[in-house]
């Protein structure tokens, strides 16, 4: 026997060497569909784990929903209140009890000619001096229809300001000057003496009724 046909007979001819190329392609390629096998589980894997925290999250979100729909419906909104709820002034020594309520102001009747002054409670403080800081609770309605446009019991808050010197209108520089600490006077004021006629700027227009509480004057 020679010694070629020898190398064939123990495996190390040209022929085995082209079967073991094939034996090597063959293994790659199975081990590169192992790979893709591997990669498809796990992306589906992670697709699982994604559907599975989208759900999650929904009824999360849900859940937050149903806590504010409970909540909504335990407590009224500022929209269901038809009138806001003021706090009750801080009222002067010996003040009518009556202060700490938000008048009614109907509508005036007639033609107001001149500016009119009526007292509806009487304080028992001093009198109100010009150049002095008050302090008020208001409500301002149109004379004729009674509309309200302005009131500071809407935001719980009175307002201060110096009087007689020209910061509020004329109406009220002349008519709360002399009254009461204490008191709630009702001030009729012609146009002339509020804002005009024309309601530029989107002041209120014509003449006005006010209904004021003075609370203090320093």
């Keep these: 026997m020679s010694e070629r046909v020898q190398n064939r007979s123990a495996g190390q001819g040209p ?6 190329r094939l034996a090597a392609q063959l293994a790659a390629k199975k081990a590169a569909e192992a790979r893709r096998r591997r990669q498809s589980m796990l992306g589906a894997f992670v697709g699982v784990l994604a559907v599975a925290a989208l759900i999650g999250g929904i009824v999360w979100l849900n859940s937050g929903d149903d806590d504010k729909k409970t909540q909504s419906a335990a407590s009224p909104s500022a929209s269901a209140i038809t009138e ?11 003040a009518d009890p009556a202060l700490k309520t938000k008048p009614k ?10 500016l009119t002054v009526n007292t509806l409670i009487k304080g028992k403080g001093p009198a109100v001096k010009k150049g002095q800081q ?14 309200e446009f302005d009131a500071s019991w809407n935001n719980g808050q009175p307002a201060t300001f110096a009087i007689g010197v020209g910061q509020v209108i004329p109406g009220w520089d002349q008519g709360l000057v002399g009254v009461p600490v204490g ?18 700027g989107g002041r209120p227009a014509g003449p006005l009724r006010f209904v004021v509480d003075v609370l203090a004057a320093q």
């Excluded at 022929?15 to 073991?20: H, I, L, N, Y």
């Excluded at 806001?84 to 010996?94: C, M, N, S, W």
């Excluded at 008191?183 to 509020?194: G, T, W």
């Design 15 to 20: 022929g085995t060497k082209a079967e073991r």
């Design 84 to 94: 806001p709820t003021a706090a009750a002034p801080a009222l002067p020594e010996g």
């Design 105 to 114: 102001v109907t509508p005036g009747t007639g033609e107001l000619k001149k």
């Design 134 to 147: 008050i302090t008020t609770n208001y409500v301002g309605v149109f004379y004729k229809d009674g509309k």
């Design 183 to 200: 008191s709630r006077v009702q001030l009729d004021i012609p146009a002339e003496l509020a804002y005009g006629n024309s309601g530029e």
